[in-house]
């Protein structure tokens, strides 16, 4: 069974650019959720979709945002990019929305020069 | 709010057990999650556990749970080198509305001397 995917795995972009970032999570799996890890601020929570509505959101400006696909597939964009969204930004894959395991991909690394 | 606090770093002998301890603040029920990230990669779902629960066994690792005092502990028996690596604790509360938010710990850092 083939794990969570996220690509690019790297990015280099320059401010003021916008950026998507893909994720396809594990096969019959249909809630994705999205982290930023930086040095900083550590993992932070983005945002959840499930069956194609997003279910939760964290404390992060509009210039962030997703979506799903009816395959569950999810991107997310971030516009007006700033050297500070310069991060590792994960997608986690789960079975439901709700109590059940998340598993991780790799990671899309984002540099924002 | 959710927070969720672990030591920063921790360094053991190979061959000791290593045990990283996390607290969380969440009063409602809960699932809680020790994920594992080496350096440049994504994480690795360890085990979890939920807040009705005390402990949790799973081959080398053991997960302890206080739900006193809200203390949540991952004990590594036999620790190698090849554990060395980042550990995240993370809480995921039952939302009214349902979903899925994780709200990680800043990690421990594990080193594993020869």
């Known amino acids: 069974k083939a794990g969570v995917t996220q690509t690019p795995r790297y990015l280099i972009k320059t401010r003021g650019q916008q950026v998507t970032l893909s994720c396809s999570p594990i096969?019959?799996?249909?809630?994705v959720s999205w982290y930023q890890q930086t040095p900083g601020q550590g993992l932070q929570f983005l945002f959840e979709y499930f069956s194609e509505t997003q279910r939760n959101k964290g404390n992060f400006p509009g210039r962030f945002s997703g979506r799903q696909f009816s395959n569950s597939r999810s991107e997310m964009n971030v516009s007006t990019l700033e050297l500070g969204d310069s991060a590792l930004y994960l997608c986690?894959?789960?079975?439901?929305?709700?109590?059940?395991?998340?598993?991780f991909g790799q990671g899309t690394r984002l540099t924002v020069v | 709010g959710e927070d969720v606090e672990q030591s920063l770093f921790l360094s053991v002998r190979e061959g000791d057990s290593s045990v990283i301890n996390c607290t969380y603040t969440?009063?409602?029920?809960?699932?809680l999650y020790w994920y594992k990230q080496e350096p440049g990669a994504g994480l690795q779902l360890l085990t979890y556990?939920?807040?009705?629960?005390d402990m949790k066994q799973d081959q080398r690792l053991t997960v302890l749970l206080n739900k006193k005092d809200k203390h949540l502990s991952l004990r590594i028996a036999d620790t190698q080198t090849g554990d060395s690596a980042i550990y995240f604790c993370a809480e995921s509360p039952i939302l009214t509305g349902g979903g899925n938010k994780l709200t990680f710990g800043t990690g421990t850092q594990l080193k594993v001397e020869l």
């Open positions: 986690a894959s789960s079975l439901n929305s709700g109590g059940t395991e998340a598993f």
């Open positions: 096969s019959g799996h249909r809630s």
């Open positions: 969440d009063s409602s029920s809960t699932y």
């Open positions: 556990i939920f807040s009705n629960m």
